[in-house]
C-alpha cells in the first residue's frame, strides 16, 4: 500500500527551495524522471507532477487539470503550467543549493529549470505582511483526510494535488495602510492573531473560512515566504485530495458570486499559478507507476 510523500503532512522546515521545471521540446522524459524516483524521498524533497508531463507520457491522472487563469474586479489571477514542481525541505542553505543541483543534472537533458525560489520560515511562522499564515490549517487526522487521497483507492491512492502560486507583496502599500487597515483585510489582528468578528465581508478570513462552503472547503497549506532581492512574498501551497476546495476559495477571493474582492489584493498579487499530482511513495521510492514507469 503506498503512502505520501511525508513532507506534505510535516511541519514547515526551517528553510525551502522550490523548483519549477518545463519539459524540453521532442525529449523523451522517462529517464530522467527514473533518476528523479531515485533522488527524491517524498520527505526532504517533495516532487508533483504536472498535466503538461503526464500528457508528453501519454498518460491521465484523474483529476489532474490545468490551473484557471481568472479575472475578478479589477484583479486577475494568472495561469502559468509547469510540467514538473518540487518542494526541497531543510535546515541549511548551502545543503539546499547543492541538493537542487544534483536534481538539475538528473533531469536535464528533458526538463529545463524555469524557476529557482528560496523560501524561509518567518518570526516562528508569520507571512511577510506580519500575520501568523495557515492558522485554520487542519491537523492530525483531518489534516491527511483533506490533503491525501484514500490509500484504498486502486490507482492513486497516497497521492495528493497542489495548487501553486508565487504572490508578490507590494511593502510600499502594505506600509502605507493603517494597523486597523491591515487587520480589516486580513480579517485578523495582528498582535494577537484574534479573527475581528465584525471584520467586512472583504475580509480575507471570511472570504476563505473552510467550513463556509457547501461541500466544506478543507485543504492543508503549507506556504513559506519567499525573498529575491528587496521583492519578497508568499509561495502559497495548498494540498488536498483534489482542486475543487481551492478554485472554490480562489472564486471567491475574487468576488465572482456576489462582487466583493478579498482584501489581501489590496497589497499583494499572485504572479504565478499551476496544478500538480504529487504520487504516492512505496519501499521509499516515488510510485510512478501510474505515469507508466
Not at 39 to 65: H, Q
Not at 77 to 90: F, H, K, N, Y
Not at 164 to 171: L, S, T
Amino acid at each position: 500500500m503506498n503512502t505520501p510523500q511525508a513532507g506534505i503532512l510535516l511541519p514547515l522546515p526551517p528553510l525551502a527551495r522550490y523548483l519549477s521545471f518545463s519539459l524540453e521540446p521532442s525529449s523523451h522524459p522517462s529517464d530522467s524522471l527514473r533518476a528523479l524516483r531515485d533522488l527524491a524521498d517524498g520527505e526532504r524533497t517533495v516532487v508533483g507532477f504536472g498535466r503538461l508531463l503526464v500528457s508528453a507520457l501519454s498518460e491521465e491522472i484523474p483529476g489532474l487539470r490545468a490551473f484557471p487563469a481568472l479575472t475578478g474586479l479589477g484583479v486577475d489571477v494568472p495561469a502559468t503550467p509547469m510540467a514538473l514542481w518540487i518542494w526541497l525541505r531543510g535546515d541549511d542553505r548551502g545543503e539546499l543549493l547543492h541538493r537542487s543541483r544534483r536534481l538539475e543534472q538528473a533531469l536535464a537533458p528533458a526538463f529545463r529549470l524555469d524557476d529557482n525560489r528560496d523560501a524561509f520560515l518567518h518570526a516562528g511562522g508569520r507571512d511577510l505582511s506580519g500575520f501568523e499564515d495557515g492558522t485554520e490549517n487542519p491537523t492530525g487526522d483531518a489534516a491527511r483526510e483533506a490533503a491525501i487521497v484514500d490509500p484504498k483507492d486502486p490507482r492513486l491512492g497516497g497521492s495528493s494535488f497542489v495548487a501553486v502560486q508565487r504572490w508578490a507583496h507590494n511593502f510600499s502599500r502594505l506600509e502605507a495602510m493603517t494597523a486597523d487597515e491591515r487587520d480589516l483585510s486580513v480579517g485578523r489582528r495582528q498582535v494577537d492573531n484574534d479573527e475581528i468578528d465584525d471584520a467586512p465581508e472583504s475580509a480575507h478570513v471570511k472570504r476563505t473560512a473552510q467550513e463556509s462552503f457547501t461541500p466544506a472547503a478543507f485543504v492543508v497549506r503549507r506556504s513559506m515566504p519567499w525573498v529575491e532581492g528587496n521583492r519578497g512574498g508568499l509561495m502559497f501551497v495548498s494540498f488536498a485530495t483534489s482542486f475543487d476546495a481551492f478554485e472554490a476559495q480562489l472564486r471567491r477571493m475574487l468576488g465572482t458570486e456576489d462582487g466583493i474582492v478579498d482584501g489581501l489584493f489590496k497589497f499583494t498579487h499572485p504572479e504565478t499559478g499551476a496544478y500538480f499530482w504529487c504520487p504516492g511513495v512505496v519501499d521509499g521510492r516515488l510510485d510512478l507507476s501510474p505515469l507508466g514507469l
